[in-house]
Nanobody, 128 residues
């Protein structure tokens, strides 16, 4: 069983930065592929980015590419989403998600259905 807990959300002005963290329980973190999703009011939950088990492979949604960066620390069982140049349209609840490794490359791990474990979410609000 894997439990995930996000932290670091809040209110920020457009152009600002926020850093979200996701802490995972258990001793299997290094075997997990970790993703970030977000859900704005009235919209479907959408893919933000993903990082492979060793941190060497990442893939991002076009809407955040060049502004958001995902990293992980397997020794601390944490994954981080660094968000820069934030825009009002980035306002959403951000979710950390995980699944055990498969042969699927990270570029194909963009669907909610591919992830088995989810955090409770953290609110990010970007004011204009």
């Amino acid at each position: 069983q894997v439990q995930l807990a996000e932290s670091g959300g809040g209110l920020v002005q457009a152009g600002g930065s926020l850093r979200l963290s996701c802490a995972a329980s258990g001793r299997t973190f290094a075997s997990l592929l970790m993703g970030w999703f977000r859900q704005a009011p009235g919209k479907e939950r959408e893919f933000v980015g993903v990082i492979g088990s060793r941190g060497g492979s990442t893939y991002y949604a076009d809407s955040v590419k060049g502004r958001f960066t995902i990293s992980r620390d397997n020794a601390k069982n944490t994954v981080t989403l660094q968000m820069n140049s934030l825009k009002p349209e980035d306002t959403a609840v951000y979710y950390c998600a995980a699944t055990f490794l498969s042969i699927t490359p990270v570029q194909a791990m963009t669907s909610r259905a591919q992830y088995n474990y989810w955090g409770q979410g953290t609110q990010v609000t970007v004011s204009s």
